[in-house]
Antibody, heavy 118, light 110 residues
């Protein structure tokens, strides 16, 4: 059974850093495209970042240069390093696996809340 | 900056049919955007419904269907049930490894 479990969220001051983790089970992370998607309180979903099976990455303009996606194949875990955090980064962050078409998201974690506030 | 548009809210009667749409602020949605749809209830993670315009995800009942209607992607629910009351999100692939979600539609069944 595919499972994704995020952790690492919390309260951080503006300008601070945080690293989110997404532990995967039931499949091999390194052979899949993995994404981070976030949802600000009361708002819609926002795609944040992707890491491909060849380890290439891409980011939404809103986080480019501040966030870094990576994975540890030995731990089957996905990460999101978030630096220079802003209040507008406050959101629930979900990890999501690429779906069958390669352009959708079939499995999602339960999310972890990041709050950026002084 | 391309904006993906969805109706903010919609209502449907139990047993009724509703079509939610997913458009672009500029231009038309086609299959080359690989539209997909997700259902989300408050406090829960999104659940995949439709991918690649019209293919149902595993376990999704056939009263959910996806299509292109005119210049938009569409999600149609036929025979709406009370537990279909949720937020529905669409996402489009913009190319160059970029995805953009719409703002979501809050569906009320009453």
């Amino acid at each position: 059974e595919v499972q994704l479990v995020e952790s690492g969220g919390g309260l951080v001051q503006p300008g601070g850093s945080l690293r989110l983790s997404c532990a995967a089970s039931g499949f091999t992370l390194s052979t899949n495209y993995m994404n981070w998607v976030r949802q600000a309180p009361g708002k819609g979903l926002e795609w944040v970042s992707i890491i491909y099976s060849d380890s290439s990455t891409n980011y939404a303009d809103s986080v480019k240069g501040r966030f870094t996606i990576s994975r540890d194949n030995s731990k089957n875990t996905l990460y999101l390093q978030m630096n220079s955090l802003r209040p507008e980064d406050t959101a629930v962050y979900y990890c999501a696996r690429r779906g069958y078409s390669g352009y959708d998201f079939d499995y999602w974690g339960q999310g972890t809340l990041v709050t950026v506030s002084s | 900056q391309t904006v993906v548009t969805q109706e903010p809210s919609f209502s449907v009667s139990p047993g009724g049919t509703v079509t939610l749409t997913c458009g672009l602020s500029s231009g038309s949605v086609s299959t080359t955007f690989y539209p997909s749809w997700y259902q989300q209830t408050p406090g829960r993670a999104p659940r995949a419904l439709i991918y690649n315009t019209s293919t149902r995800s595993s376990g999704v009942p056939d009263r959910f269907s996806g299509s292109i209607l005119g210049n938009k992607a569409a999600l149609t629910i036929t025979g709406a049930q009370a537990d279909d009351e949720s937020d529905y999100h669409c996402v489009l692939y913009m190319g160059s490894g970029i995805w953009v979600f719409g703002g979501g539609t809050k569906l009320t069944v009453l």
